[in-house]
């Protein structure tokens, strides 16, 4: 499949370097990874010139191609971005170590004594489309957390990619620190990612960042593991002991505040027994914010400008100004109903209730699960982690918003005095 | 690639039973779970006629079809092994629930307040050879973390599996818990398990126990989170300042006391400046204790009797009694050593040397790294976890010796009071 690639040798030599920079990474040092972090952010404002220069090369061939409005939107670097992505990296200096944390400590009866102590993860290869601040994002963790980046961002970002990847290379050399741990593919080729992910040797984890197909082929396609987020299809249940103001502020923030994102709200569940009293109002502003509402029929007698639901409209990711609406049973129907047609993401219940509210807590299957609060503070920088990686929908390694944790794995050290096993 | 196997349907409603039941398994509570152990555990008793008659049909095929004798003693049911059995369900019965504890709990500037909770994973597919105690002890340890096992065994244990899943089957119907929370596949087709690899949607996990050919296949072919064990390729290094009788105890266990396991040593790393005065004795006794000896030019000048290692045994999982030696210079020489043939399972070094140690479990990358003990202590058992699953040599979620807890994901709560975000 792969033989007809030309590129192989070179990637070979592309994953032999990240393999050694991986371990230098790993026995670098706290003080030694943040000194090397804040030079590259200060890379980031003194490289202006250039990386402006070399993203206009992107956007010029983005013209060219006729990239769509939204993603020369993302491709685009300012001043002001690049401040914005320093400041980001100068975060991730600031916060603790991951790596090296002793995580649990036992003594057996034989004596021998055990700890669990963090460590980081190898070779990370992220696969991401043309927004060039992941490059400087995952730049950045896989650093701190020890790690080697391998980064393969969408051929639209190339020069950006290469300007951002080249600012980490010189503070890394500074510092003595191998180059290649934060190194962006130097092809372009999609035969280059098919033959990197058989490589399961010789790279440890696969994070794609993107829409759900590409995430879906690289998880297909991968021999290692890989941390994935397909979708985001959150509900927010108002249940019958709501208390009606904060659910409609919950149910407006969660919708309209950035319905773009995955933590959008996708789906309204509403109890049956407040649906007239709650419908018309939220209704009413959801539609003065420019929002499409596709409501069951019993919703639909309380939302007038509320289009007929069809059945793909539940379970749909709209990532848009799109709301689908539904009444239902009591907190048993919503339970149900979100696992039918949720996502594993973020589930959020509205209510004075604490037993509606456990049991949802209890009984719903997602990463998040909220009580009277916007499904949109499912997010690592919310939750307190000071960085974010990704969101996993996965159940493996990490599930729900991932920081720098995400990107540690331990081992056990066992310290004995001569035991021998009988 | 499966579309001409017509066995799909009936798989696709195995994996509605076990989803079903996964779900069921995670709402149990402890004493419920508990209950179905102990029945399971006493109908392994009761059942013990129905057991070895079962077992006595795989014999008599393994037997026309000529399977070897060790694959034969493994496929072998004994009143003792049953017995043997019924104990370890009954052991797992007794361990903690790993479902439902509080991880981490905190609180957010803005009033939210977080916590991490551990819950199932889902359905967890587990295949593996020719053993039936497997069936048992995963059936067993999926029910305690509240999955859905999905068994699939070799071939040469169809009828036995089948009917030890019937235990369970019959305990589980019993105290009012789907039956399908333990399942053994209704077919030995290969294709089965190619189709079933690609059900990313339905199966939340693989593992495959077994030998390095069988897992990498399945890693390969799997859409989903696969955890895995390629191979125990153990170091142990005696440093200079090790106490020779410690050192002669520990390699004289680590190889001898059960070569065929995974956590065996497979290579002897000797300093140069004790190589005289080690290796006489230790060999003599690796000899006389049936150990064939491969060594390097430098360790073959005092191991009479020790062949020459040719380039691939060093590296190499002999599982057997045959041993690689080396002479090498100094514990940065080990640690490279290990680095470039170690398979990141586990790794020993024996000294009184606080720094060398220090050094060693610093540098060397493996799921466990000891000092002045056996590599054979690598054991969930061993460590304390009352229970083992499997080894994980990757990184991902469970690395080295994994019990109940390596069978849990967690999800996030959070409490609000009405917040949005802003």
Redesign the interface.
Known sequence: MTTSFSGTDRLRATLARAKAAS?AA??ASTALKNRALDSAAAGLLRGKAVLLRANARDLRRAEREGLDAAKTDRLRLTPQRLEAMADGVRAVSKLPDPVGRTLAR?K?PNG?R?SKVS?P??VVLIIYESRPNVTVECGALCLKSGNAALLRGGREAFDSNRALAAVFERSLLKHGLPPACVQALETTDRRAVDFLLTR?DDI??VIPRGGESLIRKV??AA?????KHYKGVCHVFVDRRA?M??AE??A???KL?RPGVCNAMETLLVDRSVAKRFLPSVGAKLLAGGCELRADPAARRFLPGAKAAKARDFGCEFLDRILAIKVVDGVDAAIAHI?RFGSGHTESIVTRDRAA?RRF???V??????????T???DGF???FGAEIGIST????A???MGLEGLT?????????????T
Do not use: C
Not at 365 to 374: E, I, R, T, W
């Open positions: 371990v790993a026995r036992w057996r021998l055990l460590v993860i190898g399961e440890q984890l998880a297909r021999r290692m593991p890989v941390i208390d103001k904060k502020a919950i407006l923030n969660a505040q696992g509210a807590v209890e009984r299957d997602a990463s998040s699960v909220m009580v009277n609060a916007s949109r503070f499912a919310e939750y307190g996965d159940k493996i390694h599930r729900g918003p794995s331990y081992k056990y050290i066992v310290e004995g005095t001569g035991q021998v096993r």
